[in-house]
C-alpha cells in the first residue's frame, strides 16, 4: 500500500478484531506465514523468521534443561540483537516472565533488580565491549560469585531465589554456567517439552516486569501480561499504523526499553522486518534507514534526533523510504521538524503519549489526521483505551483544552507493580484508572497534547510554573539547542526556576538567556541560574533532571 493510499485511513470499529495469543504464539504464527521472510537485521547479521524460531526453540529447551520453567522471573542483561529476542521469545515460551535488565546499569542497580524481581536466572553473554561487561558487572554486584565452585549451586545470601547465571558466547566465568553447560542442558530436553509448556500459558499471566527510571528512589517494575503487551502491538501495528507484511520497522532503541520493544513486536506481529542496533550510532541509523530501506521509523526521543541532524552525513542521506515516522515532534525544539519535514517531506509524522505503564502507547496519531497535527499534539487514544483529563483542583473531568492529570484505563494496563503495594494503589484507583502524574489536555476532536509532569511542575511563590513551558521559550532562541528547567529552593519564593542550556552553536551567555526569557514570560518564570552543559545524564532514553538538580544544588550550596 503506498503513501498516498494510506491517506485518510480510518479506524472502522466494527472492521477490527482482536486477535492476541502469548508473546511466544505471536512469533510462532509469522514462522507459519513466512518462514524464508527476512525477521530481524542488525549490524552483526540477519535473520529470517525459521532461523529465529528454531533459535527460540533451542534456547527455551536450554533454560528448561536447567530447571527454570513457567513462573520463574528470568532476567535478560543482553544488548540489543538477535539473542535478546531469542532470550525474550524462549522465556515466554516456557511460561516464564523476562525482566528487561537495563544494559547500562551499574552493580547496585543490578544488584537491585536481581532480589527485587525475584530472578531466578539471569541471561547474558561474555561479548565485553567499550560499552560495558556484564560478567563484571554480575561479579560486582555479587562478590562471592568470584569463589563459586559449582554453577549450579550459586546459594548467594543477597539474591536467595537466583538459581542460574546464563553465560553466552565462548568465555567461562565463576559461578556462570557457559555455552558448553547451555547445551548439555538443551539436550536434556525436548521439543515436544517445550511445547507442552508454551499451550499452557495464559493471556493474563504475567510476559514481562519492565523497570521504570527511577528518580531519587528505586525504578518500580510493571507487571505486564501477555495480553497487554502482545494486544498493544496487534493493535499499533494492525490499526492504527497499518503495518504490511512488506513492512521495515527501524529503531536504534535498546530493546529493554518499551519504545523499541513495541516497535519490534509490532514488526513480528504482521510478518513484518525489525532493523535495530546494539547501541545508537548517528552515522550507523542514517546508513540503516537507507540502505534497509526502512518504511517506519520509530524514534521518540529528541536526543538522538538531534544528533542525526547535526552528523556530517545527514545532508546527503536518502531517508525517502520513510512513510511513517513515530517522534513525537510537538514535544521538541521547532528546528528538529522543521529539520525532518524538509529531509522526508511524504512521510507522516505521529506523536506519542504513552508509558511502560501502558505497555507502551496510550494516544498516537494515525493516517487519518490532518499530517501537520503530527507536528503539534500527541495523537489520539487507543481503540479501547480510555482517557480522561482530570482537575487536581476539582477532581472532575476538565473541559476542551483545559489542562489537568492524565488518567487512563484499559487492556494495556499494567497489572500493579511489583512487590510494591502501596504504589500500586497510590497509582490505581478503585475504579480502575491510572494516575500518571502526567499534565495533559485534549482539543475538541481529541487529540492530546502533553504539559510536563507534575513533579515538573515548579510552584514560585504560590504561582503554578510549568518546566516545559520555560523549557520552550529557551528552546525557541537561535542558539539553543535543549534546554532543561528545574526547581531549586528559595528562602523568599519558596521556588524558582534554573535551566540548563546545550547551545547549538556559538556563544551565548548566561545573562543573555535569562534577558530573552524575561521579554517573553513573566517574571516569576525567568530561570535565576542558566548552566551550560554538552552532555545530558541520560537514562536509556530520557534526560536526568534529578541529577541536574543534585548538581546545581551542590554547586550554589542549597539544601531541600
Same mark, same amino acid.
Given at each position: 500500500m503506498e503513501r498516498a493510499e494510506l491517506q485518510g485511513l480510518s479506524e472502522d470499529p466494527a472492521r477490527m478484531r482482536i486477535s492476541v495469543s502469548p508473546l511466544a504464539d505471536m512469533l510462532l504464527k509469522s514462522w507459519d506465514q513466512f518462514p524464508d521472510k527476512e525477521?530481524?537485521?542488525f549490524p552483526t547479521g540477519r535473520r529470517t523468521y525459521d532461523d529465529i524460531a528454531r533459535g527460540v526453540i533451542h534456547r527455551a529447551r536450554? &533454560?528448561?534443561? &536447567?530447571?527454570?520453567g513457567p513462573g520463574d522471573h528470568v532476567g535478560i542483561l543482553l544488548p540489543s540483537g538477535t539473542e535478546f529476542i531469542e532470550t525474550l521469545f524462549a522465556v515466554s515460551m516456557i511460561g516464564g516472565v523476562s525482566v528487561l535488565m537495563n544494559a547500562r546499569y551499574r552493580s547496585p542497580e543490578v544488584r537491585y533488580v536481581v532480589e527485587n524481581a525475584d530472578l531466578a536466572a539471569v541471561v547474558t553473554n561474555s561479548d565485553a565491549d567499550e560499552f560495558v561487561d556484564f560478567v563484571a558487572r554480575l561479579t560486582e554486584a555479587f562478590p562471592p560469585l568470584a569463589q563459586c565452585g559449582d554453577p549450579l549451586d550459586l546459594a548467594l545470601a543477597d539474591a536467595p531465589l537466583l538459581r542460574r547465571l546464563i553465560l553466552h558466547g565462548g568465555k567461562q566465568a565463576p559461578g556462570f554456567i557457559d555455552q558448553s553447560g547451555f547445551e548439555q542442558a538443551a539436550e536434556r530436553c525436548s521439543e515436544a517439552d517445550v511445547h507442552e509448556a508454551r499451550l499452557a500459558v495464559r493471556l493474563r499471566d504475567t510476559c514481562m516486569i519492565l523497570y521504570t527510571s527511577g528518580t531519587s528512589a528505586n525504578p518500580k517494575g510493571c507487571l505486564l501480561s501477555n495480553e497487554a503487551i502482545c494486544r498493544e502491538a496487534s493493535n499499533l501495528a494492525r490499526n492504527r499504523w497499518a503495518f504490511k507484511p512488506d513492512e521495515r520497522v527501524w529503531s536504534p532503541m535498546p530493546?529493554?526499553?518499551?519504545?523499541?520493544?513495541?516497535?519490534?513486536?509490532?514488526?513480528?506481529?504482521? @510478518? /513484518?522486518?525489525f532493523i535495530?542496533?546494539?547501541?545508537f550510532d548517528p552515522g550507523e541509523s542514517l546508513r540503516q534507514i537507507e540502505a534497509e530501506q526502512a518504511t517506519m521509523v520509530f524514534l521518540p526521543f529528541v536526543t538522538f534526533h538531534q544528533a542525526m541532524i547535526a552528523h556530517p552525513d545527514w545532508d546527503k542521506a536518502d531517508l525517502s523510504s520513510v512513510r511513517l515516522m513515530n517522534s513525537c515532534f510537538s514535544q521538541m525544539p521547532a528546528s528538529v521538524g522543521d529539520a525532518y519535514r524538509a529531509k522526508m517531506p511524504n512521510a507522516l509524522q505521529v506523536g506519542t503519549f504513552?508509558? #511502560?505503564?501502558?505497555? /507502551?502507547?496510550?494516544?498516537?496519531?494515525?493516517?487519518?489526521?490532518?499530517?501537520? &497535527? /503530527?507536528?503539534?499534539?500527541?495523537g489520539y487514544p487507543?481503540?479501547?483505551?480510555?482517557?480522561?483529563?482530570v482537575s487536581p483542583e476539582t477532581g472532575e473531568d476538565a473541559g476542551v483544552g483545559e489542562r489537568g492529570e492524565v488518567w487512563f484505563r484499559g487492556y494495556n494496563m499494567l497489572d500493579g507493580y511489583h512487590r510494591d503495594p502501596v504504589k500500586t494503589?497510590?497509582?490505581?484507583?478503585?475504579? @480502575?484508572?491510572?494516575? #500518571? /502524574?502526567?499534565?495533559?489536555?485534549?482539543?475538541?476532536?481529541?487529540?492530546?497534547?502533553?504539559?510536563?509532569?507534575?513533579?515538573?511542575?515548579l510552584k514560585v511563590g504560590g504561582e503554578n510554573v510549568a518546566a516545559a513551558e520555560v523549557e520552550a521559550v529557551l528552546d525557541s532562541h537561535e542558539g539553543v539547542e535543549l534546554a532543561q528547567v528545574i526547581g531549586i529552593p528559595d528562602a523568599?519564593?519558596?521556588? !524558582?526556576?534554573?535551566?540548563? !542550556?546545550? &547551545?547549538?552553536?556559538?556563544?551565548?551567555?548566561?545573562?543573555?538567556?535569562?534577558?530573552?526569557t524575561r521579554e517573553r514570560m513573566a517574571s516569576f518564570k525567568v530561570p535565576r541560574h542558566v548552566r551550560f552543559i554538552d552532555e545530558w545524564p541520560m537514562s536509556a532514553s530520557k534526560i536526568q533532571k534529578f541529577k541536574l538538580r543534585q548538581q546545581l544544588m551542590a554547586e550554589l550550596g542549597l539544601n531541600d
Open positions: 525477521a530481524v537485521v536450554g &533454560l528448561m534443561g &536447567l530447571g527454570i530493546l529493554f526499553h518499551i519504545a523499541a520493544m513495541l516497535a519490534m513486536l509490532g514488526a513480528i506481529e504482521v @510478518g /513484518g522486518t535495530g542496533q546494539p547501541h504513552g508509558m #511502560s505503564e501502558a505497555s /507502551g502507547i496510550v494516544a498516537t496519531g494515525g493516517y487519518d489526521m490532518d499530517p501537520e &497535527l /503530527g507536528f503539534q499534539a500527541l487507543l481503540k479501547g483505551v480510555a482517557v480522561r483529563i494503589a497510590e497509582a490505581i484507583d478503585s475504579d @480502575g484508572w491510572y494516575h #500518571s /502524574g502526567d499534565i495533559g489536555s485534549l482539543d475538541e476532536n481529541g487529540h492530546m497534547r502533553f504539559h510536563g509532569r507534575f513533579k515538573d511542575m523568599k519564593l519558596e521556588e !524558582v526556576p534554573a535551566a540548563y !542550556v546545550k &547551545l547549538s552553536n556559538g556563544a551565548v551567555s548566561e545573562a543573555e538567556l535569562i534577558a530573552y
